[in-house]
């Protein structure tokens, strides 16, 4: 009787497995850990794994062209959602839902015309806005930089959003807009990033936003390396106008390589939250280089989806996450608390009051 009940146990443990919801994503360029983007959509994923009890797949294509094929399988295989991340997707994902009207499909930033895909797109420009807004008040130099990625209409959403944001902090703000390139090869391309950066910091830019996939780590990298920027090496009509950090307790090697009439440089992060990425020796008691990041909420997204599919309430279309859906933000943490005061954050949750209400309308272009 025992060995009846082992065995009716494992068999219904295994019809369970067999029956558990399996989920594929397909990634965009820069990789599953990008660390941004496509790291927010995989975090979802491995989320809803541990608390849905889900299956999941991953596809990282060495090459766009293939990733029709990588969907592809997927759908022949059988599986319940196909999410593909990226507009660069919508193509590959269309078509293979179009051939399987019976499978369901997701789209991370853009919009599909067919029924069965569930277009997952954000207002990346209003957490953009409050970003720009933190960047304007904390400016040294009354100078601040957008390195964007792909130079196209969504990555001028962060851009337009970001540069309202700052000039509405402070309405003598100057923003310098630059992108990486013009083809997919921008998300992967760090170095041009980087040396985006360095021209920026010779224009007197103190703070970088960077919407650009993994080519951001290139940004960080540059902050990394110099910290600081020096009075005798502005440029000619750009002063330092105020010194918000200077109570900010700061490393040894910082002190050193950042001694005299200085001030400190910082990135702002995106998509996921980059702060940890600006504590450069490892101790968040001491200054961040991460200011704050802009939170796209990929990870919620996507996780919503897959709840939705595992509750027999999928539904195609176009789904747009914004601040009143949690959809994107701004980070404060551990690691940034002491650059952002108490008085800064009332500031900017009122200003996100304003559009969330629609007193404020923030321009997407």
């Known amino acids: 009787m025992k060995k009846i009940l082992t065995l009716a146990l494992a068999m219904t443990a295994t019809a369970a497995s067999a029956q558990a919801l399996r989920v594929g994503l397909a990634y965009d360029a820069g990789g599953k850990f990008d660390k941004s983007f496509n790291q927010s959509a995989y975090e979802g994923s491995q989320r809803a794994k541990k608390n849905l009890g ?20 997927f759908a022949q295989d059988g599986f319940d959602l196909t999410v593909g991340v990226g507009f660069a997707n919508n193509a590959s994902i269309s078509q293979v839902a179009k051939e399987n009207p019976d499978l369901y499909f997701g789209l991370v930033d853009d919009v599909s015309a067919e029924k069965n895909v569930a277009s997952l797109v954000f207002q990346e420009e209003q957490g953009s806005y409050l970003v720009g807004y933190l960047a304007g008040m904390n400016s040294s130099t009354g100078v601040v930089g957008f390195v964007g990625g792909m130079d196209i209409p969504l990555i001028h959403k962060f851009e337009a959003g970001f540069a309202a944001g700052a000039k509405a902090a402070n309405a003598k703000i100057k923003v310098i807009a630059q992108y990486v390139g013009t083809t997919p090869d921008a998300w992967n391309n760090p170095s041009k990033a980087k040396e985006i950066a360095g021209s920026m910091r010779a224009k007197g830019a103190d703070i970088i936003f960077a919407a650009a996939g993994a080519s951001g780590n290139g940004v960080i990298d540059y902050v990394k390396q110099t910290q600081c920027l020096k009075a005798s090496g502005l440029p000619s009509g750009v002063k330092f106008n105020t010194n918000n950090f200077n109570k900010v307790a700061k490393s040894a090697a910082y002190q050193k390589a950042c001694a005299g009439n200085t001030r400190p440089m910082f990135f702002i992060g ?40 595992k509750s027999n309430k999928f539904k195609g279309g176009e789904r747009r996450f914004g601040l009143k859906d949690a959809g994107v933000g701004y980070a404060v943490d551990q690691y940034n608390k002491a650059l952002i005061s108490s008085a800064q954050v009332a500031k900017v949750e009122a200003v996100k009051a304003k559009i969330i209400s629609g007193t404020i309308k923030v321009p997407t272009k």
């Open 270 to 309: 995106v998509d996921s939250n980059q702060n940890y990425l600006g504590d450069f020796d490892k101790n968040p008691a001491t200054m961040n280089h991460g200011l704050t990041s802009m939170l796209k909420r990929v990870d919620n997204a996507v996780y919503a989806l897959i709840q939705d599919v």
């Open 54 to 73: 889900i299956e999941t797949k991953d596809f990282e294509p060495s090459d766009p062209s293939q990733t029709v094929q990588g969907i592809r399988q």
